[in-house]
């Protein structure tokens, strides 16, 4: 049943694309396209009528709902009919309401996904962020990874144009992929768009890390950039995406840096929320992989605080690493170990790999706790908790550790608002 549900998805969603037309921006990447999606689209919405895929629906089945415009019904036939309708009636009767720009997050779990997605809407803009292990149980190497998600931008043609990180060297490589016109981000000085100075702004009253701060430059000109909520250079990354996203499509500086002054964060993602005691959190629950955790130890450890803060990283399992799994964790707690953090909450049973890992490598083992659960977890961090302590809390999506984000944030009444994976399919989990 789900077989014939994809296929007629596939069919109506690219009908739809073939009638309205919509400028297709697809993002891909290891890390940071879903960050990178919501920043593009809150760009473009600045100047633009613009959709973007809802959550990280990246797939088969998520895709095409964002091109019809409708959420996944789940289980739901009446649902899932009224989905149908929903496409059917968009290719019967012209709706003049349907998006100029669709923003695309375009994932791949398997070989061919890619490809399979582009077939549905070929992006006029194609995207990639970064390459790292990630999804790694049916790519085996990173050069097969690298194949898969340059499809992205080979899938051009030369009316296109191919965003590439010019920082991540698998990204750049794809320049030559692509027979669209390459414009390049990133903190090199060869990015045509690029970040210079990035600074941690803090607040006068608590001294806790308030936003960030950075200069964007495009062909000679810069303007400040402003962002509050959310610390840690990755982060950067995804508004210089959104930033050459939207020059691509004929924006200006000026427009690109008003549309993110009022940017309201999204949940999980290096998010800076008040907990309980008098403390301070970095929720980074959103998804986890080896490349994103090291950035927000950085962060973490970047944070300039007191010298009685304590600083406090909790880590959930990275899933889907395949054959690699156990040496990207072990090299998880090497990290840790030489940012010197006050405690280290390992949550599951492959980031135990990291704790024995953090402590052969000069962690105390009295600062080091292991979790089989998010839930045990948070109380035992509830309990440990000082006023004035400062926790970074990260873990793939299945280790559910938002969980421990609840349990210490000071308005967990907020939680739905707050957090990610507050709907009630999740809950009921």
């Known amino acids: 049943m789900k077989r014939i549900l994809q296929i007629v998805l596939r069919i109506l969603a690219r009908r739809i694309v073939g009638k309205y037309q919509p400028e297709i921006?697809?993002?891909t990447g290891s890390v940071g396209k879903t960050s990178a999606k919501e920043v593009a689209t809150k760009i473009l919405a600045y100047r633009f009528a613009v959709r973007g895929s809802a959550g990280n629906y990246n797939n088969e089945i998520g895709l095409p709902l964002t091109v019809i415009g409708k959420e996944n019904p789940g289980k739901s036939v009446i649902g899932w009919l009224a989905v149908i309708f929903r496409a059917v009636s968009l290719l019967l009767v012209k709706h003049d309401d349907y998006p100029e720009i669709l923003v695309l997050e375009m994932g791949a779990d398997h070989p061919g996904d890619i490809a399979y997605l582009t077939s549905i809407a070929r992006p006029t803009i194609g995207v990639v962020t970064a390459i790292a292990p990630a999804h790694m149980e049916f790519f085996k190497t990173i050069r097969k990874l690298v194949r898969?998600?340059?499809k992205i931008v080979s899938c051009l043609d030369k009316t296109g144009v191919a965003v590439l990180n010019i920082d991540d060297d698998n990204v750049w490589g794809m320049n030559t992929k692509t027979d669209a016109e390459v414009v390049t981000y990133g903190k090199s000085e060869d990015a045509q768009v690029r970040a210079t100075d990035i600074g941690i702004t803090t607040d006068h009253q608590t001294r806790w890390p308030k936003g960030m701060t950075f200069k964007l430059h495009y062909k000679g000109s810069i303007v400040p950039v402003h962002i509050d909520g959310v610390i840690g250079d990755h982060f950067v990354y995804?508004?210089?995406?959104g930033a050459t996203v939207g020059l691509s499509l004929g924006m200006n500086l000026v427009e690109i840096s008003e549309s993110l002054s009022s940017m309201e964060m999204m949940p999980g993602r290096m998010r800076l929320l008040p907990g309980i005691k008098e403390t301070f959190l970095i929720d980074d629950t959103y998804n986890s992989s080896p490349k994103a955790v090291k950035k927000a130890i950085d962060a973490l450890k970047?944070?300039?605080v007191s010298h009685q803060t304590r600083k406090i990283i909790v880590l959930g399992d990275m899933l889907e690493l395949g054959k690699q799994s156990g040496l990207e964790h072990a090299q998880v707690g090497v990290h840790i170990a030489k940012a010197q953090?006050?405690?280290?909450?390992?949550?599951?049973?492959?980031?135990?790999?990291?704790?024995k890992s953090a402590q052969a490598e000069g962690m105390p083992e009295d600062k080091i706790r292991i979790f089989d659960n998010a839930v045990d977890a948070g109380r035992h961090l509830q309990e440990l908790l000082h006023p004035g302590d400062m926790v970074l809390i990260k873990g793939s999506q299945g280790v559910r550790c938002e969980k421990i984000v609840k349990e210490v944030m000071a308005e967990p009444l907020r939680s739905k608002e707050l957090l990610v994976r507050q709907s009630e399919k999740w809950l009921e989990e």
């Open 25 to 27: 921006v697809g993002i």
């Open 148 to 150: 898969e998600k340059q």
């Open 238 to 241: 995804s508004v210089l995406v």
């Open 302 to 304: 970047s944070c300039q």
């Open 341 to 355: 953090f006050d405690y280290f909450f390992a949550v599951g049973s492959m980031m135990k790999k990291a704790a």
